[in-house]
């Protein structure tokens, strides 16, 4: 079978790519009913409300247990690489957007327009609840497909 086809046929990429993509669609519409706009841009923008990362690999994560079992090293696997990835997005991540918010408004203080330069991203991490709220989202999502 051609590399593509086994790709198509491949349920868990499927369910945790399904589960990824309702996480960035969700953002769209939670900032559409909190902010009362279309952001698109949330559609493949990091941060936000769930958290896409962790909807991404806790759905691979009970994908991988339900086929290949919950004692397999293919899940321990994939438990551990999906509490590495949701300790990133609110550890790491969350601070990195922080320090970006606080440098740009250093510079926004300091150089008021004078200064031409591309502000910093700040959204870039997620708060505890984000991440909570996007393995919710991911565990169900495979758990259901």
Do not use: C
Not at 11 to 38: E, R, Y
Not at 90 to 105: H, K, S, T
């Amino acid at each position: 079978m051609p590399v593509f086809q086994e790709l198509l046929s491949n349920h868990i990429l499927k369910v945790t790519l399904l589960a990824w993509a309702t996480a960035q669609l969700l953002k769209v519409i939670i900032v559409l009913f909190t902010q009362k706009k279309w952001d698109f841009t949330r559609l493949v923008g990091a941060g936000g409300m769930p958290s896409s990362h962790s909807a991404l690999v806790t759905a691979l994560a009970v994908g991988v247990g339900k086929d290949l079992g919950f004692n397999s090293s293919a899940f321990a696997l994939a438990f551990t690489i999906a509490m590495v990835v949701m300790y990133d997005a609110a550890g790491v991540r969350r601070a990195a957007g922080m320090q970006a918010e606080v440098l740009n408004q250093i510079l926004d203080d300091f150089y008021h327009a004078e200064f031409n330069r591309e502000r910093l991203k700040e959204l870039l991490g997620h708060t505890p609840t984000e991440v909570l709220a996007g393995a919710a989202l991911g565990i169900t999502m495979g758990a259901l497909f």
